[in-house]
């Protein structure tokens, strides 16, 4: 999807003077679902105990130096910025949105149908908005109120379906519990299918040989996030905490096509925390705030939090704050790297939707 290399991560010493120093060697990575893109692992020098992360920008790319994550303490692990990355990449597409615009007169344009007033919801489709205007892309939205028919939805998505100035559909999930979700997703034309929903979609995320027109958003942010801080997944082990057809489910196939061996966590399984413990990657999806406790966790584990969770916060201006899946405060002293809530996971599912739109715009005009 993009026309240049991406960004490069360097451990860094906190003691450039360290005499034990080292340079690490250079490996080269393409990704599975931008063959176009190139990560490369610049030469860099590291200790036995790196003090902090930095994305570099590659010699081929316009993008700017940006720091991810924060100077940790001793006791402290590692921060995955997801909003300094999501940001990176979102200048990236919006070079290549001005950039079709000036070639064939295309716009992408993304549509959001939202059925309730879920807040998780809000927060997610008012960023989404703000995000598609930074950087060119069409925004379309659709509100229905808590009681609306299947009828009502599968209207709106017809209409989308037809409409040629919209490359990108979603359908904001979880849905109200009386509309069939099934119906509704089959309902989005798979061209247009930017979630990466549609079953077959997921049917070919799920076989070996076989490419998704699109990867769902959440997930392949969660995995966008590892690749681009360096952490190689391949024969480690993974748990994946929730087993959702939106997060779960797409995130353990992901990692298995990393070569991670994979285990799901959900909610009839036999002590979670002692499977959990054994984990090298936790992702959790499980959307309950803090039950991922420190002693669950493996040390040295990294931990991707997909958790978006409101709680009551009378200090807070809305009435309520967001939280992880994951006890923060005591997760940070046993994990090498972790997601913040807010910060995290958030801002690259926003960042991946928009890439997803730019893709589909690109594949109906034929524009390379």
């Known amino acids: 999807m993009r026309s240049h ?9 906190s003691s450039p003077s360290s005499a034990a120093a080292r340079l690490l060697p250079v490996r080269l990575r393409t990704d599975a679902f931008s063959p176009r893109r190139v990560l490369r692992m610049v030469p860099a020098y590291s200790s036995p105990s790196p003090r902090y992360f930095a994305l570099r920008s590659s010699p081929f790319s316009t993008s700017p130096v ?25 200048d990236e597409i919006t070079d290549e949105v001005s950039r079709m615009k000036e070639a064939i007169g295309v716009i ?29 892309i069409n925004s379309f939205e659709v509100h229905l109120p808590e009681d609306t028919t299947d009828q009502e939805v599968l209207t709106h998505i017809s209409g989308f379906n037809d ?25 989005v034309r798979i061209e247009k299918d930017v979630d990466g929903f549609h079953p077959l979609n997921i049917g070919r995320l799920a076989m070996r040989g076989r490419e998704p027109l699109f990867v769902p958003c959440t997930p392949k942010g969660c995995i966008e996030l590892l690749h681009r801080y360096g952490v190689s997944m391949k024969g480690k082990r993974a748990v994946v905490i929730g087993r959702s057809n939106i997060v779960g489910m797409p995130a353990a196939l992901l990692l298995q096509r990393e070569d991670a061996t994979v285990s799901v966590v959900h909610s009839r399984t036999n002590n979670p925390e002692e499977i959990t413990r054994q984990a090298d990657i936790i992702i959790s999806a499980v959307g309950q705030p803090n039950m991922v406790r420190g002693n669950w966790i493996k040390p040295g584990a990294v931990i991707i939090d997909v958790g978006i969770n409101p709680v009551d916060d009378p200090n807070s201006p809305r009435g309520y704050r967001l939280v992880g899946d994951v006890c923060y405060e005591e997760a940070c002293k046993v994990a090498s790297a972790i997601t913040p809530v807010p910060g995290g996971v958030g801002p690259m599912t926003i960042a991946m939707l928009l890439q997803n739109t730019l893709i589909s715009a690109k594949r109906i005009h034929n524009f390379n």
Request: net charge neutral.
């Open 5 to 13: 290399p991406m960004a490069s991560m360097v451990a860094t010493d």
């Open 163 to 187: 409409d040629p100035s919209i490359h990108g559909i979603l359908v904001q999930l979880p849905l109200p519990s009386h509309i069939n979700e099934q119906n509704v997703l089959n309902a």
């Open 108 to 136: 992408p344009g993304l549509a959001v149908i939202v059925v309730g007033e879920r807040k998780d919801s809000a927060t997610y489709v008012r960023n989404k908005k703000k995000a598609c205007e930074s950087v060119g």
């Open 66 to 90: 940006v720091p991810t994550a924060a100077m940790a303490t001793e006791a402290s692990a590692e921060v995955i910025d997801g909003k300094a990355l999501a940001k990176q990449i979102r």
